[in-house]
T-cell receptor
Framework: AQSVSQHNHHVILSEAASLELGCNYSYGGTVNLFWYVQYPGQHLQLLLK??????LVKGIKGFEAEFIKSKFSFNLRKPSVQWSDTAEYFCAVIPPAGFQKLVFGTGTRLLVSP | DTGVSQDPRHKITKRGQNVTFRCDPI?????LYWYRQTLGQGPEFLTYFQNEAQLEKSRLLSDRFSAERPKGSFSTLEIQRTEQGDSAMYLCASSRRTSGIVEQFFGPGTRLTVL
Protein backbone atom coordinates (compact mmCIF):
# COMPACT_ATOMS: atom_id res chain seq x y z
CA ALA A 1 0.00 0.00 0.00
CA GLN A 2 1.12 3.52 -0.63
CA SER A 3 2.40 5.10 2.53
CA VAL A 4 4.75 7.38 4.41
CA SER A 5 7.57 5.76 6.38
CA GLN A 6 9.53 7.16 9.27
CA HIS A 7 12.29 4.78 10.13
CA ASN A 8 13.29 6.10 13.53
CA HIS A 9 10.57 5.68 16.12
CA HIS A 10 12.61 6.94 19.05
CA VAL A 11 15.71 9.12 18.99
CA ILE A 12 17.71 10.26 22.00
CA LEU A 13 20.28 13.02 21.61
CA SER A 14 22.33 15.28 23.79
CA GLU A 15 22.01 19.03 23.42
CA ALA A 16 24.10 20.45 20.56
CA ALA A 17 24.07 17.15 18.68
CA SER A 18 22.97 17.17 15.06
CA LEU A 19 19.63 15.69 14.08
CA GLU A 20 18.44 13.92 10.97
CA LEU A 21 15.06 12.20 10.84
CA GLY A 22 14.25 10.08 7.86
CA CYS A 23 11.03 10.17 5.86
CA ASN A 24 10.25 8.19 2.73
CA TYR A 25 7.04 8.04 0.76
CA SER A 26 5.84 5.62 -1.85
CA TYR A 27 3.66 7.79 -4.09
CA GLY A 28 4.54 8.50 -7.69
CA GLY A 29 3.86 11.81 -9.35
CA THR A 30 3.72 15.20 -7.71
CA VAL A 31 3.44 15.20 -3.94
CA ASN A 32 3.36 17.94 -1.37
CA LEU A 33 5.47 17.33 1.71
CA PHE A 34 5.28 18.51 5.30
CA TRP A 35 6.90 18.08 8.67
CA TYR A 36 4.70 18.67 11.70
CA VAL A 37 5.83 18.76 15.33
CA GLN A 38 3.90 18.04 18.50
CA TYR A 39 5.47 19.36 21.68
CA PRO A 40 4.39 17.71 24.93
CA GLY A 41 0.84 18.71 25.76
CA GLN A 42 0.42 20.81 22.64
CA HIS A 43 -1.28 20.37 19.30
CA LEU A 44 0.33 19.62 15.96
CA GLN A 45 2.20 22.55 14.44
CA LEU A 46 3.75 22.94 11.03
CA LEU A 47 7.55 22.99 10.97
CA LEU A 48 8.04 23.30 7.24
CA LYS A 49 6.56 22.39 3.88
CA UNK A 50 7.65 21.68 0.33
CA UNK A 51 5.44 22.30 -2.67
CA UNK A 52 7.89 23.06 -5.49
CA UNK A 53 11.11 24.91 -6.29
CA UNK A 54 14.28 24.72 -4.18
CA UNK A 55 14.38 21.21 -2.71
CA LEU A 56 16.10 22.51 0.43
CA VAL A 57 13.41 23.97 2.59
CA LYS A 58 13.95 26.01 5.72
CA GLY A 59 11.39 26.02 8.49
CA ILE A 60 10.93 27.44 11.94
CA LYS A 61 13.30 27.02 14.87
CA GLY A 62 16.33 26.25 12.70
CA PHE A 63 14.91 23.14 11.06
CA GLU A 64 15.38 22.34 7.40
CA ALA A 65 14.45 19.47 5.11
CA GLU A 66 15.69 18.26 1.77
CA PHE A 67 13.43 16.80 -0.89
CA ILE A 68 15.23 14.17 -2.96
CA LYS A 69 12.82 13.09 -5.65
CA SER A 70 14.91 10.16 -6.86
CA LYS A 71 14.94 8.70 -3.37
CA PHE A 72 11.33 9.56 -2.53
CA SER A 73 12.70 11.15 0.62
CA PHE A 74 12.13 14.30 2.67
CA ASN A 75 14.50 14.11 5.61
CA LEU A 76 14.40 16.62 8.44
CA ARG A 77 17.61 18.10 9.80
CA LYS A 78 18.82 20.46 12.48
CA PRO A 79 22.52 21.12 13.03
CA SER A 80 22.32 21.58 16.79
CA VAL A 81 19.35 20.47 18.87
CA GLN A 82 18.16 22.02 22.10
CA TRP A 83 16.33 20.55 25.04
CA SER A 84 13.23 22.43 23.88
CA ASP A 85 13.21 20.36 20.67
CA THR A 86 11.98 17.37 22.67
CA ALA A 87 8.78 16.48 20.84
CA GLU A 88 7.19 14.06 18.41
CA TYR A 89 7.87 14.75 14.74
CA PHE A 90 5.56 13.67 11.93
CA CYS A 91 6.29 13.58 8.24
CA ALA A 92 3.19 13.98 6.06
CA VAL A 93 2.35 13.91 2.38
CA ILE A 94 -0.52 15.10 0.27
CA PRO A 95 -0.48 12.48 -2.49
CA PRO A 96 -1.34 13.14 -6.11
CA ALA A 97 -5.07 13.73 -6.38
CA GLY A 98 -5.18 13.57 -2.60
CA PHE A 99 -7.94 16.15 -2.22
CA GLN A 100 -5.87 17.98 0.37
CA LYS A 101 -5.85 15.03 2.79
CA LEU A 102 -2.61 14.53 4.68
CA VAL A 103 -1.10 11.06 4.94
CA PHE A 104 1.12 10.89 8.01
CA GLY A 105 4.02 8.71 8.99
CA THR A 106 4.00 6.99 12.37
CA GLY A 107 6.08 9.72 13.98
CA THR A 108 9.47 9.93 15.68
CA ARG A 109 9.78 10.71 19.35
CA LEU A 110 12.82 12.86 19.98
CA LEU A 111 14.23 13.24 23.47
CA VAL A 112 16.99 15.78 23.92
CA SER A 113 18.88 15.48 27.17
CA PRO A 114 20.42 18.62 28.65
CA ASP B 1 -7.09 32.66 20.72
CA THR B 2 -8.06 32.45 17.06
CA GLY B 3 -6.91 28.89 16.45
CA VAL B 4 -8.92 25.75 15.83
CA SER B 5 -10.90 24.74 18.91
CA GLN B 6 -12.40 21.39 19.80
CA ASP B 7 -14.88 20.39 22.44
CA PRO B 8 -14.79 18.42 24.63
CA ARG B 9 -11.09 17.86 25.17
CA HIS B 10 -11.71 14.52 26.84
CA LYS B 11 -14.64 12.12 26.69
CA ILE B 12 -15.05 8.87 28.57
CA THR B 13 -18.00 6.75 27.57
CA LYS B 14 -19.28 3.22 27.91
CA ARG B 15 -19.36 0.85 24.99
CA GLY B 16 -22.57 1.21 23.03
CA GLN B 17 -23.16 4.87 23.84
CA ASN B 18 -23.24 7.64 21.26
CA VAL B 19 -20.81 10.54 21.41
CA THR B 20 -20.57 13.83 19.53
CA PHE B 21 -17.56 16.07 19.15
CA ARG B 22 -17.45 19.64 17.95
CA CYS B 23 -14.81 21.52 15.97
CA ASP B 24 -14.67 25.27 15.40
CA PRO B 25 -12.22 26.12 12.63
CA ILE B 26 -10.32 29.35 12.16
CA UNK B 27 -12.95 31.85 11.10
CA UNK B 28 -11.84 32.58 7.54
CA UNK B 29 -11.05 28.94 6.73
CA UNK B 30 -13.60 27.19 4.57
CA UNK B 31 -11.90 23.77 4.51
CA LEU B 32 -12.25 21.46 7.49
CA TYR B 33 -10.76 18.03 8.10
CA TRP B 34 -11.17 15.29 10.68
CA TYR B 35 -8.37 12.89 11.55
CA ARG B 36 -8.03 10.09 14.07
CA GLN B 37 -4.85 9.26 15.94
CA THR B 38 -4.27 6.09 17.92
CA LEU B 39 -1.37 5.41 20.25
CA GLY B 40 1.93 5.06 18.43
CA GLN B 41 0.49 6.07 15.08
CA GLY B 42 0.29 9.22 13.05
CA PRO B 43 -3.06 10.88 12.41
CA GLU B 44 -5.26 9.12 9.84
CA PHE B 45 -7.61 11.04 7.58
CA LEU B 46 -11.33 10.55 8.19
CA THR B 47 -13.20 13.16 6.19
CA TYR B 48 -12.97 16.58 4.54
CA PHE B 49 -15.42 19.45 4.06
CA GLN B 50 -15.28 22.41 1.76
CA ASN B 51 -17.84 24.82 3.16
CA GLU B 52 -20.82 22.61 4.02
CA ALA B 53 -20.07 19.96 1.41
CA GLN B 54 -18.46 16.72 2.55
CA LEU B 55 -16.12 16.02 -0.36
CA GLU B 56 -14.27 12.94 0.76
CA LYS B 57 -14.70 10.18 3.33
CA SER B 58 -12.13 7.58 4.28
CA ARG B 59 -13.06 3.92 4.39
CA LEU B 60 -12.11 4.22 8.07
CA LEU B 61 -15.35 6.12 8.50
CA SER B 62 -17.76 3.26 9.08
CA ASP B 63 -21.52 3.72 9.02
CA ARG B 64 -21.41 4.35 12.77
CA PHE B 65 -19.56 7.60 12.10
CA SER B 66 -21.20 10.70 10.70
CA ALA B 67 -19.83 14.17 10.25
CA GLU B 68 -21.66 17.36 9.44
CA ARG B 69 -20.86 20.96 8.78
CA PRO B 70 -24.35 22.41 8.38
CA LYS B 71 -23.56 26.08 7.83
CA GLY B 72 -20.03 25.80 6.61
CA SER B 73 -18.63 26.95 9.92
CA PHE B 74 -18.34 24.52 12.87
CA SER B 75 -18.44 20.77 12.35
CA THR B 76 -19.62 17.83 14.43
CA LEU B 77 -18.42 14.26 14.38
CA GLU B 78 -20.81 11.70 15.86
CA ILE B 79 -19.98 8.11 16.69
CA GLN B 80 -22.92 5.83 17.31
CA ARG B 81 -22.77 2.62 19.33
CA THR B 82 -19.18 3.21 20.37
CA GLU B 83 -16.74 0.31 20.50
CA GLN B 84 -13.50 -0.02 22.42
CA GLY B 85 -11.63 0.24 19.14
CA ASP B 86 -12.95 3.77 18.73
CA SER B 87 -10.73 4.93 21.59
CA ALA B 88 -8.40 7.46 20.03
CA MET B 89 -7.59 11.14 19.72
CA TYR B 90 -9.90 12.83 17.22
CA LEU B 91 -8.24 15.80 15.55
CA CYS B 92 -9.79 18.60 13.57
CA ALA B 93 -7.89 20.82 11.18
CA SER B 94 -8.81 23.71 8.94
CA SER B 95 -7.31 25.56 6.01
CA ARG B 96 -8.26 28.46 3.83
CA ARG B 97 -9.54 28.12 0.30
CA THR B 98 -7.03 28.46 -2.48
CA SER B 99 -6.28 26.92 -5.82
CA GLY B 100 -3.12 25.38 -4.40
CA ILE B 101 -2.01 23.46 -1.37
CA VAL B 102 -1.93 25.25 1.96
CA GLU B 103 -1.10 24.47 5.54
CA GLN B 104 -3.67 22.74 7.69
CA PHE B 105 -3.97 24.14 11.20
CA PHE B 106 -4.77 21.57 13.85
CA GLY B 107 -6.84 21.82 16.99
CA PRO B 108 -5.93 20.28 20.34
CA GLY B 109 -8.00 17.18 19.74
CA THR B 110 -10.69 15.30 21.64
CA ARG B 111 -9.43 12.23 23.44
CA LEU B 112 -12.09 9.50 23.47
CA THR B 113 -11.90 6.58 25.86
CA VAL B 114 -14.47 3.83 25.43
CA LEU B 115 -14.78 1.55 28.45
Amino acid sequence: AQSVSQHNHHVILSEAASLELGCNYSYGGTVNLFWYVQYPGQHLQLLLKYFSGDPLVKGIKGFEAEFIKSKFSFNLRKPSVQWSDTAEYFCAVIPPAGFQKLVFGTGTRLLVSP
Amino acid sequence: DTGVSQDPRHKITKRGQNVTFRCDPISEHNRLYWYRQTLGQGPEFLTYFQNEAQLEKSRLLSDRFSAERPKGSFSTLEIQRTEQGDSAMYLCASSRRTSGIVEQFFGPGTRLTVL
